[in-house]
């Protein structure tokens, strides 16, 4: 059997052709060329062309038997029922939607309420909130088609408006109590008459059209996956969904994931509560990591600057250093204020570049690590920790993450987590194993802390959680709103 994989990620579009027969893997990537001032928003069928033009190279010549969708969670697209865009897609770094939910955030019991009911917080990442701030803009919602570009893609390709309960779980919309769109979150938000596509589990196909068939090469009729998000399909591509079991991933964004039985909702509101396409996802999320990380790079030493010649300038002896709060993205967990800003903190004269840039690091390691003590106190230590993302490219950064942790994290040697999960959700649908000797990571190293420096970095946290306080008035230094 021969499975298709496109992914539309934040930044590129991928495609993974494996063979169950061979156990052959074929990965390709290209970044998306997006026009326009703000690459957090993009056109919906610009996206949908590259990605299938790529598809169309990794499948040329070969017998397709079915096809995999991943991409982004939190992405929104109001369109007409012929598809046709009345919005671009607003992907999920963008924040217009920040002073609105900033002003819905001083109601702390609309927020409890609507956290209780989504899983998700008020924050301008969510596309309840996207379209909110449309509708008091003036734009007409209703009527319109409510779609994120994962979504419109599955629609391009087989003609169905539907979507998987895990996609949906990442907007905003989507009961935690039941199976179904929350038909009064839609209405306390003023969206009454949106169209919200079918809701269908993760395993749940449909046939390519013609039209479509013909883009990417492929043959009329080959089954295509319900759309998964990629936070949810890393959970299944690392083979980490039963309860207890977390996954750490350390890209674009930084995102934890733990596997967890049923909804887990946080008391201070610090984590939010998704489906993964097999079960419940108890995680918390940072707008800030290797983002931040590329700007240190490019703005201190200069784009030309590769990360192998910085990597000797880091050192792990005990100095002072200036504090990063990494919120040039604004925040997500365990605050979720929107319009956070980023900055350093303590900067002397004496600080060189290499001391800005490794602040970073440890500012980006320290918004993380206050993450999964909420994560923590909600649901208790995982059983197992897997490490992925560009921190594995950083020796000296992956041996600080776990040094700062202070526990013992598997590092992933799938070089596209969520692609492979995208792959194992179709030899589910097939009726197929997804242990897949090729797509199997059986053999993890893993990276163990050095407790002296856990020591001190305990200390360094402490100092980055006056400094988190002191940079937002709104919140106590533990991250829970007042």
């Given at each position: 059997?021969?499975?298709?994989?496109?992914?539309?990620?934040?930044?590129?579009?991928?495609?993974?052709?494996?063979?169950?027969?061979?156990?052959?893997?074929?990965?390709?990537?290209?970044?998306?060329?997006?026009?326009?001032?703000?690459?957090?928003?993009?056109?919906?069928?610009?996206?949908?062309?590259?990605?299938?033009?790529?598809?169309?190279?990794?499948?040329?010549?070969?017998?397709?038997?079915?096809?995999?969708?991943?991409?982004?969670?939190?992405?929104?697209?109001?369109?007409?029922?012929?598809?046709?865009?009345?919005?671009?897609?607003?992907?999920?770094?963008?924040?217009?939607?920040?002073?609105?939910?900033?002003?819905?955030?001083?109601?702390?019991?609309?927020?409890?309420?609507?956290?209780?009911?989504?899983?998700?917080?008020?924050?301008?990442?969510?596309?309840?909130?996207?379209?909110?701030?449309?509708r008091r803009q003036g734009m007409q919602v209703a009527g319109g088609l409510v779609?994120?570009?994962?979504?419109?893609?599955?629609?391009?390709?087989?003609?169905?408006?539907?979507?998987?309960?895990?996609?949906?779980?990442?907007?905003?919309?989507?009961?935690?109590?039941?199976?179904?769109?929350?038909?009064?979150?839609?209405?306390?938000?003023?969206?009454?008459?949106?169209?919200?596509?079918?809701?269908?589990?993760?395993?749940?196909?449909?046939?390519?059209?013609?039209?479509?068939?013909?883009?990417?090469?492929?043959?009329?009729?080959?089954?295509?996956?319900?759309?998964?998000?990629?936070?949810?399909?890393?959970?299944?591509?690392?083979?980490?969904?039963?309860?207890?079991?977390?996954?750490?991933?350390?890209?674009?964004?930084?995102?934890?994931?733990?596997?967890?039985?049923?909804?887990?909702?946080?008391?201070?509101?610090?984590?939010?509560?998704?489906?993964?396409?097999?079960?419940?996802?108890?995680?918390?999320?940072?707008?800030?990591?290797?983002?931040?990380?590329?700007?240190?790079?490019?703005?201190?030493?200069?784009?030309?600057?590769?990360?192998?010649?910085?990597?000797?300038?880091?050192?792990?002896?005990?100095?002072?250093?200036p504090l990063f709060m990494p919120f040039l993205f604004g925040e997500r967990c365990?605050?979720?204020?929107?319009?956070?800003?980023?900055?350093?903190?303590?900067?002397?004269?004496?600080?060189?570049?290499?001391?800005?840039?490794?602040?970073?690091?440890?500012?980006?390691?320290?918004?993380?690590?206050?993450?999964?003590?909420?994560?923590?106190?909600?649901?208790?230590?995982?059983?197992?920790?897997?490490?992925?993302?560009?921190?594995?490219?950083?020796?000296?950064?992956?041996?600080?993450?776990?040094?700062?942790?202070?526990?013992?994290?598997?590092?992933?040697?799938?070089?596209?987590?969520?692609?492979?999960?995208?792959?194992?959700?179709?030899?589910?649908?097939?009726?197929?194993?997804?242990?897949?000797?090729?797509?199997?990571?059986?053999?993890?190293?893993?990276?163990?802390?050095?407790?002296?420096?856990?020591?001190?970095?305990?200390?360094?946290?402490?100092?980055?959680?006056?400094?988190?306080?002191?940079?937002?008035?709104?919140?106590?230094?533990?991250?829970?709103?007042?």
């Amino acid at each position: 059997m021969l499975i298709l994989a496109l992914e539309a990620s934040t930044t590129s579009a991928k495609t993974m052709l494996f063979d169950t027969e061979t156990q052959e893997v074929t990965v390709r990537t290209r970044r998306f060329v997006i026009g326009g001032e703000d690459p957090a928003v993009r056109e919906a069928e610009g996206i949908f062309v590259q990605l299938v033009q790529l598809g169309a190279e990794a499948a040329a010549g070969r017998a397709v038997d079915m096809i995999a969708l991943s991409g982004t969670w939190h992405g929104m697209t109001l369109r007409e029922l012929d598809l046709a865009p009345i919005t671009a897609v607003q992907e999920w770094p963008y924040t217009g939607a920040q002073d609105l939910c900033a002003q819905l955030r001083e109601d702390q019991e609309f927020t409890r309420w609507f956290y209780g009911r989504t899983g998700c917080m008020v924050n301008a990442s969510y596309p309840a909130f996207k379209l909110m701030l449309l509708r008091r803009q003036g734009m007409q919602v209703a009527g319109g088609l409510v779609l994120d570009q994962n979504s419109y893609t599955f629609a391009r390709l087989t003609g169905r408006v539907w979507t998987s309960y895990s996609q949906a779980s990442g907007t905003g919309l989507l009961s935690t109590a039941e199976d179904d769109w929350d038909r009064e979150v839609i209405s306390r938000l003023g969206l009454d008459g949106i169209l919200l596509p079918e809701l269908h589990h993760g395993e749940e196909t449909a046939p390519l059209t013609r039209e479509a068939a013909s883009m990417l090469g492929v043959a009329a009729g080959t089954p295509v996956v319900l759309p998964g998000p990629d936070g949810g399909l890393n959970q299944v591509g690392e083979d980490a969904t039963a309860p207890g079991e977390m996954t750490f991933s350390m890209g674009t964004s930084g995102a934890l994931r733990c596997a967890v039985e049923a909804p887990s909702l946080s008391p201070q509101m610090s984590t939010w509560a998704y489906r993964s396409p097999t079960g419940w996802l108890s995680g918390a999320a940072t707008s800030g990591c290797t983002n931040c990380v590329d700007w240190a790079k490019d703005q201190l030493f200069g784009g030309s600057t590769t990360y192998n010649q910085l990597e000797p300038m880091l050192s792990t002896r005990e100095r002072d250093m200036p504090l990063f709060m990494p919120f040039l993205f604004g925040e997500r967990c365990p605050g979720w204020q929107d319009q956070r800003r980023g900055g350093f903190l303590d900067l002397h004269p004496s600080h060189g570049k290499e001391d800005l840039y490794q602040s970073v690091l440890h500012g980006v390691t320290f918004s993380l690590y206050h993450c999964y003590r909420e994560l923590i106190a909600l649901n208790g230590e995982p059983e197992r920790i897997i490490l992925s993302g560009g921190v594995l490219s950083s020796p000296f950064w992956t041996q600080l993450t776990a040094d700062v942790f202070g526990v013992e994290m598997e590092l992933s040697a799938l070089q596209h987590s969520s692609t492979v999960g995208a792959v194992k959700m179709a030899l589910r649908a097939a009726g197929l194993p997804a242990a897949q000797p090729a797509l199997t990571d059986s053999h993890r190293a893993s990276v163990v802390p050095e407790l002296t420096r856990s020591r001190r970095y305990a200390a360094e946290f402490e100092r980055y959680l006056e400094g988190y306080a002191r940079t937002s008035p709104d919140q106590d230094v533990r991250g829970g709103l007042r």
